[in-house]
């Protein structure tokens, strides 16, 4: 008999490549079978970088749309290869694809993702689920984040209040109460890893300063951290989200230019505090709660430490200790989403997203 499995497909906002998971779902339990990541090329990322910038024609974005749907069902056709498919009946693909714009308020909200389904279905032959966000914001939500109803449905627990952090390009929080009394909350603190990496690539060429150790060799300039802190975003209250069309290097720039002089060591510093700092103070008071991190930012030894001390006494680990690698833990959720979308069940969390009700998410895309 073989076993029910579904492929999640995951690119966030740090643009650095495609996380692809295979895995099945049990009695609240997880099991991944297989997981493969393709990188994005320089140049391409580049061009990704650019439209999140409202930098490009109609005729670039329908060409990204194309090559990365392309990378998008490579990365479904790399993590098959790894699997031992035989043993596993896959019924659908959810796929996120790329976010290039996230604009959730205003008279026009929108949010638009790149990676044609259509192609990841052409190419797999497998049922393949995308464009996530927009029903949530048709019911007046913002769209994101929606790994929260993931985090609900998996790392929840009766015994334990926990916090789970995800720390990609953008930084999310979702809080599980141990009882039904505690309503589960969670939104977009404001800049992971973005900044520090758009402001190590400006001033060093590099995409990311590895483990934290570029930021460690500079000090915390209180005056610049304060100005960053007072952006309207990080007072705003929940549901809310973010991206890069916010938290980018003119962003930096513009606050920097009001701080001459700083050092580029010490703003990557300040970039890493205020990437903790926005993070720290989202938590509930300790009171046995625990916090579990995953994405890309688990990574940055740095960034761990420091925020392992601004949340004392609370303790901070990452997802391993519940079962999942931390950095599959976003594409297993979108694996998850294809499969409520395929039970017509909910896969929004009003809670978090704001929207005016649970709705059933996604287009689906047949073979």
């Known amino acids: 008999m073989t076993t029910p499995a579904y492929l999640g497909l995951m690119s966030g906002t740090s643009m650095d490549g495609i996380d692809a998971v295979l895995a099945s779902f049990d009695q609240g339990r997880v099991h991944i079978h297989a997981s493969h990541t393709v990188g994005y090329p320089d140049q391409l990322r580049h061009r990704l ?43 659908a693909i959810g796929s996120h694809g790329q976010t290039v714009r996230h604009h959730p308020r205003g008279q026009t909200p929108f949010s638009l993702q790149l990676g044609d389904p259509n192609l ?5 032959c497998i049922t393949t689920i995308a464009d996530f966000r927009r029903r949530d914001m048709a ?20 015994e334990q209040d926990r916090c789970i952090v995800n720390i990609g390009g953008i930084a999310n929080i979702t809080r599980l109460g ?33 483990n934290g150790q570029w930021a460690a060799e500079g000090c915390v300039n209180q005056a610049l951290l304060s100005d960053m802190l007072s952006d309207a975003y990080f007072s705003q209250k929940a549901p809310k989200s973010t991206g890069k069309e916010k938290f980018n290097l003119d962003w930096i720039k513009t606050v920097i230019n009001r701080h ?4 580029p060591t010490d703003v990557q510093r300040t ?27 688990v990574r940055n030894k740095a960034l761990m ?9 609370i303790s901070v680990c990452s997802t391993d200790e519940l079962g999942i690698d931390p950095q599959w833990v976003e594409a297993t959720a979108f694996a998850w989403l294809a499969k409520q979308t395929l039970d017509r069940r909910p896969g929004n969390l009003p809670a978090a997203t704001g929207a005016q009700g ?7 895309y047949l073979p």
């Open 178 to 210: 141990r009882t039904v009394e505690q309503p589960v909350l969670g939104f977009d603190t404001g800049p992971g890893n973005a900044l520090m990496d758009a402001w190590c690539q400006h001033q060093t060429g590099k995409c990311f300063d590895e």
């Open 305 to 313: 430490q420091e925020l392992r001390k601004a949340c004392s006494p």
């Open 49 to 91: 970088q650019r439209a999140s910038q409202n930098i490009g024609t109609p005729d670039d974005l329908g060409a990204l749309d194309h090559e990365i749907g392309h990378l998008f069902a490579q990365a479904a056709s790399g993590v098959l290869a790894k699997a031992d498919t035989a043993e596993l009946d896959i019924l």
């Open 120 to 124: 990841i279905t052409e190419r797999t």
């Open 358 to 364: 649970p709705r059933i998410l996604g287009a689906i």
């Open 139 to 158: 019911a007046g939500g913002e769209g994101a984040p929606l790994v929260p109803a993931f985090h609900q449905a998996f790392f929840g627990s009766t």
């Open 271 to 297: 970039l890493l505090e205020l990437t903790v700092v926005s993070i720290a103070r989202e938590m509930p008071p300790a009171n046995g709660i625990k916090i579990y991190v995953c994405g890309g930012g």
């Open 260 to 263: 001459p002089e700083v050092c």
